[in-house]
C-alpha cells in the first residue's frame, strides 16, 4: 500500500488538506497527517476550521513515503516555506524520484526548493513570483498538472481532481474510478 505524507501547518487550506486527506484513504492509500508543532497541537486552518494532525512532523519524518503532497492556503503554504525539515525531505524525495504534488500557494515552496524548474506547473493565480516562475513551463489554464514525479494544481475548487489525480498515480486508475463514483461523480 502507498503511504503519503500531508504537512499540515497553521493557515493552511483546509478545503485542499481534508479533500486530500479523505480521497486519498477512500482510495485505500494510507495517509499521515502532520503538524509542524508538536504532537497534539492542532493546526488552525486559513478559514479558522480546526485540524488535529495525526502526529508530529517530526514523528512523521522518522518513515519513508511514497508522496508527500503540500495543501495551499496562506499563511500555511509561507509556513511550509520557511521549515528546513519540509524543504530538505522535498529535496531528499526528489533524489529519490518519490512523487511531489502541491495545490495553490504551495507549489511556491517547491519553486523555492529547486523543484520547479524546466519542469511543468500550475499553481493559485499570482502565487508564484516571477522569479519563481522563471525557467518553469507554468499552465495557468490547467487544474492538475503532472510532470513525471511532479504533481501540481491550482486552488480549491481543483482540489478534488487534484486528489482524484493522486489516487490514480497511486493505485490505478481502477480505483480513482471507484473512488469517483462512489463520490457520485462521473468517471471522466
Not at 508527500?68 to 516555506?81: C, F
Not at 504551495?106 to 516571477?130: I, M
Not at 495557468?140 to 481532481?161: H, K
Request: net charge neutral; hydrophobic share 45%; glycine share 10%.
Amino acid at each position: 500500500m502507498a503511504r503519503v505524507l500531508v504537512p499540515l501547518a497553521d493557515g493552511c487550506e483546509e478545503l485542499e488538506a481534508v479533500t486530500v486527506i479523505d480521497i486519498l484513504r477512500r482510495g485505500g492509500i494510507e495517509v499521515v497527517s502532520a503538524g509542524l508543532g508538536a504532537r497534539g497541537t492542532p493546526v488552525r486552518a486559513s478559514r479558522g476550521t480546526v485540524l488535529l494532525p495525526d502526529t508530529a512532523l517530526d514523528e512523521a519524518l522518522r518513515h519513508d513515503y511514497d508522496m508527500i503532497v503540500l495543501p495551499g492556503g496562506l499563511p500555511g503554504a509561507d509556513h511550509l516555506n520557511g521549515d528546513a525539515r519540509i524543504r530538505a525531505r522535498l529535496q531528499d524525495m526528489a533524489r529519490r524520484e518519490n512523487y511531489i504534488a502541491a495545490i495553490c500557494a504551495a507549489p511556491k515552496v517547491l519553486a523555492d526548493a529547486g523543484l520547479l524548474k524546466g519542469r511543468r506547473a500550475t499553481s493559485y493565480p499570482g502565487a508564484l513570483s516571477a522569479q519563481q516562475r522563471q525557467g518553469v513551463d507554468y499552465r495557468e489554464d490547467s487544474a492538475v498538472v503532472q510532470d513525471g514525479n511532479l504533481i501540481t494544481s491550482r486552488g480549491p475548487g481543483t482540489a478534488m481532481d487534484f486528489a482524484l489525480a493522486l489516487v490514480e498515480i497511486l493505485a490505478g486508475k481502477a480505483k480513482r474510478d471507484d473512488v469517483e463514483t462512489g463520490l457520485v461523480r462521473p468517471a471522466r
